[in-house]
């Protein structure tokens, strides 16, 4: 079963950020947190991933509560293309074989 | 820079076919993982493989069997093909001893007719 919480969907405008929240309060000490999106009907794409410090990198940010019991991906400046379904999903290498389970996840319509 | 890789993009098929789909990874993968997603659902895991032998089972009909071979490349293989079977099929490769992320194919559509 998916181990996190995600709003189904959410709506920002064209050029301001859009912020999705995760929760994953039962996250373990050695999962890591990854954010994938999906664009109809085509792979997932790997977006960030993060242990425990806030990540950054050409697509996005990640932030990471010190709890690790909740996160927010960051995506600064929303274009029309960013219109996709976000996973949050949390991933243990070892004791899931490394899979990853895909929840709901966030559907977000960026609007002119 | 090389990716997964699937084939064929599309697959329609009849009731009560086989298929085969096919995923050959990044090079230095070691580790494949298949997923069926249905018509607006989300991604479901299927099975997965580490060094040619199974690491782990999601839920993957018994009509289903799949392999990785040496090559590190893996095939699902697809028995009594039913309606509800109709659905997109991704793999995703990567490797397991490090926290890499994962790279998903662009995935096969199979229709059944």
């Known amino acids: 079963d998916a181990k996190t919480t995600q709003p189904p969907s959410m709506d920002c405008a064209e050029g301001r950020a859009a912020n999705l929240p995760c929760n994953h309060s039962t996250i373990s000490g050695n999962e890591y947190v990854y954010w994938y999106r999906q664009i109809h009907s085509q792979g997932p794409q790997y977006i960030i991933h993060?242990?425990?410090n806030n990540e950054t990198n050409e697509m996005a940010s990640l932030i990471i509560t010190e709890d690790r019991k909740s996160s927010t991906l960051i995506l600064p400046h929303a274009t029309l293309r960013d219109t996709a379904v976000y996973y949050c999903i949390v991933r243990g290498l070892y004791n899931q074989g490394g899979k990853l389970i895909f929840g709901q996840g966030t559907e977000l319509s960026v609007k002119p | 820079a090389a990716g997964v890789i699937q084939s064929p993009r599309h697959l329609i098929k009849e009731k009560r076919e086989t298929a085969t789909l096919k995923c050959y990874p990044i090079p230095r993968h070691d580790t494949v993982y298949w997923y069926q997603q249905g018509p607006g659902q989300d991604p479901q895991f299927l099975i997965s493989?580490?060094?040619?032998?199974?690491?782990d089972k999601g839920s993957i009909p018994d009509r289903f069997s799949a392999q990785q071979f040496s090559d590190y490349h893996s095939e699902l293989n697809m028995s009594s093909l039913e309606l509800g079977d109709s659905a997109l099929y991704f793999c995703?490769?990567?490797?397991?001893?490090?926290?890499?992320?994962?790279?998903f194919g662009s995935g096969t559509q199979l229709s059944v007719l």
């Open positions: 993060g242990l425990k």
């Open positions: 995703a490769t990567g490797r397991l001893t490090t926290n890499e992320k994962l790279f």
């Open positions: 493989f580490y060094e040619k032998m199974q690491s």
